[in-house]
């Protein structure tokens, strides 16, 4: 991992983003633990206590090494969890953790041609990376049942910058807004989050 490049900015470009990762990827999870990074439990306790989602069929987008998926399969132990990332190495650690049925090497802007259809679409973590909003709603919208839930975080500093609201907005025909959290923690013990960067916990249902 280069230390020189600062998760604040988004790294770089897809190629810089992929090598990063495939270098970070047996530390990732130590790491993110001594970050303090509880998103995904809070993501999971917003779709089961919250809204009290039971998804059958899950697609985790940007899985990474499944920290994510460790904690959908804690909770939704007969679920068919799908995996994708653009990391190769953090996609072997995710498949060493036998969390998910399959997992595919693949940018989240890019359409992966499933035949079956999902209850739930995750993305946590990733927004951050994200340069076709277009693109990538319309893949979820592809993924999901009618029904179907999109749970996902974002920056709100990005959120801000982006103008995140108009950009839901701009796809409230396909896309029902369940929920929008308040400020949540990040990476609290991380030196260039602490407590000046955090982010929101959205949940979406298809239309």
């Not at 020189?4 to 633990?33: F, P, Q």
């Not at 995996?83 to 989240?108: M, N, R, T, V």
């Not at 999109?150 to 839901?168: A, C, G």
């Amino acid at each position: 991992m280069d230390k020189s490049v600062s998760l604040v900015s988004g790294i770089g470009d897809l190629k810089t983003t992929k090598k990063y990762y495939d270098d970070w990827s047996r530390k990732y999870d130590s790491t993110l633990n001594q970050w303090k990074y509880t998103v995904p439990k809070k993501s999971i306790r917003l779709l089961k206590s919250k809204f009290n989602i039971r998804p059958n069929k899950i697609l985790d987008l940007a899985c990474g090494t499944g920290l994510f998926g460790e904690e959908l399969i804690k909770t939704y132990k007969n679920s068919q969890i799908y995996g994708a990332d653009i990391s190769e190495k953090s996609l072997i650690i995710a498949k060493e953790k036998k969390i998910y049925k399959k997992l595919f090497k693949k940018d989240f802007e890019k359409k992966i041609n499933f035949q079956i259809k999902f209850e739930l679409v995750s993305m946590i973590g990733a927004m951050t990376y994200c340069k076709n909003f277009k693109k990538l709603f319309s893949n979820i919208y592809y993924y999901l049942l009618k029904n179907g839930y999109f749970v996902f975080s974002h920056r709100i500093d990005l959120w801000k910058k982006q103008n995140f609201n108009e950009i839901l907005n701009a796809h409230k025909s396909y896309f029902k807004i369940k929920f929008i959290s308040g400020p949540n923690n990040y990476l609290p013990a991380n030196k260039d989050f602490s407590n000046k960067i955090k982010i929101r916990l959205v949940l979406l249902q298809k239309i």
